[in-house]
Nanobody
């Protein structure tokens, strides 16, 4: 059974930094892509950043220049700098690939940025 477990969320002041981690277990295969999504109260879940197994990255316009996604095998990180109150959300890890029948989601980790 594939599991994704996130860590690293918390409360931080505006302008501060946090680093999220997501580690996958239960598979020997590499995910083609690993992503971070977020969902703020009353809003739809949105893609924050994506990284492929080849290292290609994509970012939401709202986080470009502030967030950096990276990965080491099936662990993905999200370095978040210059945090703003609008970054407050539950952050979810997502992973998938051609060797898997479906995508996988973590349980989410809360990030709260106080202004």
């Amino acid at each position: 059974q594939v599991l994704l477990v996130e860590s690293g969320g918390g409360l931080v002041q505006a302008g501060g930094s946090l680093r999220l981690s997501c580690t996958a277990s239960g598979t020997i295969f590499s995910f083609n892509a690993m992503c971070w999504y977020r969902q703020a109260p009353g809003k739809q879940r949105e893609l924050v950043a994506r990284i492929t197994d080849g290292g290609s990255t994509n970012y939401a316009d709202s986080v470009k220049g502030r967030f950096t996604i990276s990965r080491d095998k099936n662990t993905v990180y999200l370095q978040m700098n210059s945090l703003k109150s609008e970054d407050t959300a539950v952050y979810y890890c997502n992973a998938g690939g051609s060797r898997f029948l479906r995508e996988f989601w973590g349980q989410g980790t809360q990030v709260t940025v106080s202004s």
